[in-house]
């Protein structure tokens, strides 16, 4: 088995080049669902300014998940103010956002006890203090009682436990339970978005290998077609389309290599981050997962670059070097974070628009180009010191 895969390796007929290209293709397919995998699990242990429940209130009580509420079973409407109505076991649950972080609840429950109609609704604005209103009817009017909650307790009020024949304690209870409901639906919609970012990176993913293999069948097609009209053999057809292909990406190679590095380095880093340094503290996990993806696609772009004995002289680095082509890969690593920031849009919103996300992968693709170029000339001194040394032991 190992000399059929060195025979393959060391093949450079174009069917063999194909048969590579393939192997290559599913391996990057594997390791880009590998990428999203991780990146998902990512999501479920922690995304920025969305770790607690008035987090989740304030980024899913808007108007782009109207859909998502009703899927979930419960009525969301705009009329001004954005309204929630959750169908729970509470009679009805109505949650009304004032603000960025102000969230008023409605609640209503019934009598707790046959005999005395003390059924009654509460009022109150969804935080850890407040004053709450609760309300009776009586003989078609409405007694209101104010209610503090402070740090988890009520403050009793006599008159309305005497009047109404419900306690302080029972009121408390409600208002734990209006909290934990309103937290439980936003957990819910929380991971209900989880899995449906999931599902759009898994078929984002899909897509991109369905057009590029049908790409690949209709050049195949031609490459055919070629070879009945011109009575060449098909090798040689695939040979003439493979050179040609690669001479009319051959301008561009400098920008496709900077773009290249840049997505390689996008697609590693959570493979790092969840698969190796899952016990490291999330901020220093992330940083460390990109300085081991720089110097992963730094020591791969290195050997692809200086294969074939490509460092021949001083002269061929210092052409590789000039700023020109520096200015291209530069644009290719600008064009690749336009595209990946345009498919994290599709897939979500849990990332806001910020200058953080250009910052750390542009200093990350600085890193591997950096490093490249250093292992670069280090190669290219040990394959210069290499017939000096063997000249030496035959003088």
Request: aromatic share 14%.
């Amino acid at each position: 088995m190992k000399k059929q895969i060195n025979r393959l390796i060391k093949n450079k007929t174009p069917f063999a080049s194909v048969i590579k290209m393939c192997i290559l293709m599913g391996f990057g397919y594997l390791f880009i669902q590998l990428s999203n995998e991780a990146k998902n699990i990512e999501e479920t242990q922690y995304i920025p300014d969305m770790q607690n429940a008035l987090d989740y209130a304030e980024h899913y009580i808007t108007w782009r998940y109207g859909g998502d509420w009703r899927k979930l079973g419960h009525r969301f409407n705009h009329d001004g103010l954005y309204s929630l109505d959750l169908e729970t076991d509470i009679r009805r649950l109505k949650i009304m956002r004032g603000g960025q972080s102000e969230f008023l609840f409605y609640a209503w429950f019934n009598s707790t006890q046959e005999e005395i109609n003390n059924g009654h609704s509460i009022r109150g604005v969804y935080e850890k203090e407040a004053l709450f209103t609760v309300v009776f009817s009586e003989d078609e009017e409405y007694v209101l009682y104010e209610i503090m909650y402070k740090d988890g307790k009520c403050v009793r009020n006599f008159e309305m436990e005497q009047r109404f024949s419900i306690s302080t304690d029972e009121i408390r209870e409600n208002i734990e339970q209006i909290y934990t409901i309103f937290e439980s639906e936003l957990l819910k919609m929380h991971k209900y978005q989880i899995e449906k970012v999931r599902k759009r990176r898994k078929n984002l993913t899909n897509l991109g290998f369905i057009l590029l293999a049908l790409y690949l069948f209709f050049k195949w097609r031609i490459i055919m077609a070629e070879a009945i009209e011109e009575d060449k053999p098909t090798e040689q057809c695939l040979g003439e389309t493979i050179v040609n292909t690669i001479n009319k990406f051959s301008r561009w190679k400098y920008v496709l290599c900077g773009a290249v590095i840049l997505f390689w380095i996008y697609i590693l880093r959570p493979v790092i981050s969840q698969f190796i340094l899952f016990q490291v503290e999330r901020n220093a996990n992330v940083y460390i997962a990109y300085g081991m993806s720089v110097v992963v696609i730094a020591i791969a772009g290195c050997s692809i670059i200086t294969r074939k004995g490509a460092e021949t002289s001083e002269n061929a680095t210092a052409r590789q070097a000039t700023t020109w082509k520096i200015l291209q890969m530069m644009a290719g690593c600008i064009l690749e974070m336009l595209i990946i920031r345009l498919g994290m849009m599709l897939v979500s919103d849990f990332y806001p628009r910020s200058l953080q996300f250009y910052m750390i992968n542009g200093t990350a693709w600085i890193g591997a180009v950096f490093l490249m170029l250093i292992f670069r000339g280090i190669r290219y001194l040990m394959l210069k010191k290499r017939p000096n040394c063997n000249q030496e032991k035959i003088d």
